[in-house]
């Protein structure tokens, strides 16, 4: 009996040390123009063939550079874009085009609409685009359409309306994307 009671408070003990869950993030002022970073997973579904990675995103004004992460933290890609071209390596392979979403397209034969979806992670629309969107009853967006996309928005952070999305279902043209977003980090370097 007496090593039963040793077990019971080594388990009690050991969950006392567990981390809390991280505090709820909200979007800082002037987010619209605020570098930056996120962690979590993306799943693609296009004409039947499924991906799924780690996905770091570090976004800044005048780029963009994206991590596809294999199951066990190796860089798969690496997707740059700025004002002058795009590069995406993949192993030793190395591409290049104009925009990033046309060279997406060429070398995995899916994009994503950078432009657009820096806002979107953001629970906000894109201001140059027109866009349609549902709320719900805290008024957070519920669904946004926009350029040809419908982005659900199917969890944020905290039900408060400066919260933001933690996961995201984005659909175009056969072209089905899950983005579940794990960690911000905002002015990233």
């Not at 499924?50 to 190796?74: C, K, T, Y």
Request: aromatic residues 8%; negative net charge.
């Amino acid at each position: 009996m007496r090593w039963w009671s040793v077990l019971l408070a080594g388990i009690l003990c050991g969950c006392a040390l567990l981390p809390s869950a991280p505090a709820p993030v909200a979007r800082p002022a002037q987010f619209e123009t605020a570098a930056f970073a996120l962690n979590g997973r993306i799943s693609i579904n296009h004409r039947g063939e499924r991906h799924s990675a780690g996905l770091r995103w570090n976004h800044q004004a005048q780029s963009d550079e994206m991590l596809l992460l294999a199951p066990l933290g190796q860089t798969a890609a690496r997707i740059y874009s700025d004002a002058r071209q795009a590069t995406l390596d993949e192993g030793d392979k190395h591409y290049q085009a104009s925009d990033v979403e046309t060279l997406m397209q060429q070398v995995l034969h899916w994009h994503l609409p950078l432009g657009g979806l820096h806002h979107w992670v953001l629970g906000i629309a894109d201001a140059n685009s027109p866009a349609k969107i549902e709320r719900a009853a805290n008024g957070q967006i519920s669904v946004l359409y926009q350029s040809g996309w419908e982005v659900r928005y199917l969890r944020y952070a905290d039900t408060k309306p400066g919260s933001l999305p933690s996961r995201l279902q984005l659909s175009h043209e056969g072209l089905q994307v899950q983005l579940l977003i794990d960690e911000w980090e905002w002015n990233p370097q």
